[in-house]
């Protein structure tokens, strides 16, 4: 039996870093990446199982690490799974407001994680209604860009921010690191 988990799990770990390029961190503000839905394609689900998924798929997109701690800071341009966004239809972005999506809206690419999808004590929805554009800085080029802010979560200890880079892939950090568009910029930016 172990063999037979080995195999699959060696697999995704291979793909999961050949997919996002970035060094593994720790809660520490380093970085972290993000393990996502093209490793389970690559072993041949080509479609998840939303009824019933393994719970190995099921906790991989909790926002959780195996030791409990919440996952931060990652940065996965080259995700395949979050394709490019047009910024002209960038807030018909799909997101999910004023819940923790379900596993089945995480699988799709509508939110990055989804915490378990019922309420907590410990991690709740930030409330602020989405899509947003933000500037965020990404580690890849080196500068400030534009992203589609696609899920807001809260704790005591940190606010973590998820989005969608226009160019296609994921990533997030914590929420000091965004700046908000106001709606003089949004229009500038969506008129380029």
Same mark, same amino acid.
């Given at each position: 039996?172990?063999?037979?988990?080995?195999?699959?799990?060696?697999?995704?770990?291979?793909?999961?870093?050949?997919?996002?390029?970035?060094?593994?961190?720790?809660?520490?503000?380093?970085?972290?990446?993000?393990?996502?839905?093209?490793?389970?394609?690559?072993?041949?689900?080509?479609?998840?199982?939303?009824?019933?998924?393994?719970?190995?798929?099921?906790?991989?997109?909790?926002?959780?690490?195996?030791?409990?701690?919440?996952?931060?800071?990652?940065?996965?341009?080259?995700?395949?799974?979050?394709?490019? %966004?047009? !910024?002209?239809?960038?807030? @018909?972005?799909? #997101? /999910?407001?004023? &819940?923790?999506? $379900?596993?089945?809206?995480?699988?799709?690419?509508?939110?990055?994680?989804?915490?378990?999808?019922?309420?907590?004590?410990?991690?709740?929805?930030?409330?602020?209604?989405?899509?947003?554009?933000?500037?965020?800085?990404?580690?890849?080029?080196?500068?400030?860009?534009?992203?589609?802010? %696609?899920? !807001?979560?809260?704790?005591? @200890?940190?606010? #973590? /921010?998820?989005? &969608?880079?226009? $160019?296609?892939?994921?990533?997030?950090?914590?929420?000091?690191?965004?700046?908000?568009?106001?709606?003089?910029?949004?229009?500038?930016?969506?008129?380029?």
């Amino acid at each position: 039996m172990k063999s037979v988990l080995l195999l699959p799990t060696i697999l995704i770990a291979f793909i999961f870093i050949q997919s996002c390029a970035n060094k593994l961190e720790t809660e520490n503000d380093e970085a972290i990446i993000l393990n996502k839905t093209d490793a389970y394609m690559a072993l041949g689900n080509v479609e998840p199982d939303y009824e019933h998924p393994t719970p190995e798929q099921y906790a991989n997109n909790k926002g959780y690490w195996e030791n409990g701690q919440l996952i931060t800071k990652f940065d996965c341009p080259d995700s395949r799974f979050f394709p490019p %966004i047009d !910024i002209k239809v960038w807030d @018909k972005t799909p #997101v /999910v407001n004023g &819940r923790f999506p $379900t596993y089945e809206e995480t699988m799709k690419g509508i939110s990055i994680h989804h915490y378990g999808e019922k309420k907590s004590s410990l991690i709740k929805p930030y409330p602020m209604t989405l899509p947003k554009l933000a500037y965020c800085y990404n580690p890849s080029t080196g500068r400030q860009e534009v992203v589609v802010v %696609i899920q !807001i979560v809260q704790t005591a @200890k940190d606010t #973590v /921010v998820g989005y &969608r880079y226009l $160019t296609g892939g994921v990533g997030g950090s914590v929420f000091h690191d965004f700046r908000f568009l106001t709606n003089d910029e949004v229009k500038a930016e969506v008129s380029k």
